[in-house]
């Protein structure tokens, strides 16, 4: 079980990367931040002797995705008339990041980041584990609980993807 001094270093060194997940997942701030919300309140229930802080933040992401496509097949969701998307401007702002900044290189961050946000779920996840969140293949599997394989044909089709993407993007400036 979680202590209380625990779980507030867990929630300082966590957060931002569960809300990260959500975000990427919903595109929804205002629903990512209820999801967070959630995740780290089974966080402060789980009954589970984690071994490490490893293995914590793995059963972080897996919480946290496992909600987030819950939320999507709801019936509730389904029913709703869709919200207009926020922008991801508004996410990276409450995750304590300046998109302001007017050099091309944050412009091209931002594409980068909106070309991502952009990619069918299946893809997207991968994509956030392998370069948001510096996972290798292998745990990327095990936290989706897919073969390896998988994993690496959803990296290379992503990246044909984002490469199409961002190719027609850049040669329109």
């Not at 992503?158 to 199409?164: C, N, Q, S, T």
Request: contains cysteine; hydrophobic residues 40%; glycine residues 2%.
């Amino acid at each position: 079980m979680v202590s209380k001094e625990e779980y507030v270093r867990y929630a300082e060194l966590y957060m931002d990367m569960v809300l990260r997940i959500a975000v990427n997942y919903c595109k929804e701030f205002s629903e990512a931040e209820d999801i967070t919300q959630n995740v780290f309140l089974k966080l402060y229930e789980t009954r589970t002797d984690f071994a490490d802080d490893e293995h914590v933040k793995r059963w972080l992401i897996r919480v946290a995705v496992n909600d987030c496509k819950n939320y999507l097949a709801s019936a509730w969701r389904r029913r709703m008339q869709p919200m207009e998307i926020q922008k991801i401007e508004m996410a990276l702002e409450a995750a304590d990041v300046d998109v302001q900044g007017g050099s091309e290189r944050d412009k091209e961050a931002d594409a980068l980041f909106e070309a991502v946000t952009s990619l069918p779920e299946k893809y997207r996840s991968v994509v956030h584990l392998y370069y948001y969140e510096d996972y290798p293949v292998k745990e990327i599997a095990h936290i989706l609980q897919k073969k390896e394989t998988t994993i690496q044909t959803r990296l290379m089709r992503a990246r044909k993807m984002l490469k199409k993407q961002l190719k027609g993007e850049w040669q329109d400036e």
